[in-house]
């Protein structure tokens, strides 16, 4: 898994975790009921369930997930004064990744940086930047002033 998968995986891990779990307790009740009452209906129960459950996950693929309020409570419980909308360094803090010259040097290769990766400065912007530019690209709502 490369850096940008991890990033991504951080934010948008945050945003799905509460959804998927009440479709397991909506399928285990009417397998139930057929068996405790044989004389009702079971047929119409048991469709539903299965109906329901693949419907979730492509409604959960194509959503949008909004960065801001996560990376805001990224950055709350971290317990540190954070910039992640405008350093590359703070985003990846926030987010509990290695923020290293390293690890922003391996970023910036999977971005597609062609400048100088020894001139930090201009590649932090940059990469910010990206980011901002692939996370929008992959599903989420970043707000325009980061897009520029």
Known sequence: MGIFDKIKH????EA????????????TAPAQAPVSHPSAPSPTP?????????????ATATATVDIVPILDAAVKKSGQKLDWRHSIVDL???VGMDASLTE?????????????TNDSAKMNMWLHKALM????????????????
């Open 10 to 13: 951080a934010i948008f891990g």
């Open 16 to 27: 799905k975790a509460a959804e998927p779990v009440a479709n397991g307790a909506a399928k």
């Open 46 to 58: 048991a469709s539903s369930p299965a109906q329901t459950k693949p419907a979730p996950a492509p």
């Open 92 to 94: 990846m803090k926030a």
């Open 104 to 116: 922003r040097k391996e970023l910036a290769a999977e971005l597609g940086y062609t400048g100088d």
């Open 133 to 148: 530019k692939r996370l929008s690209e992959n599903g989420g709502k970043v707000p325009a002033d980061l897009l520029d």
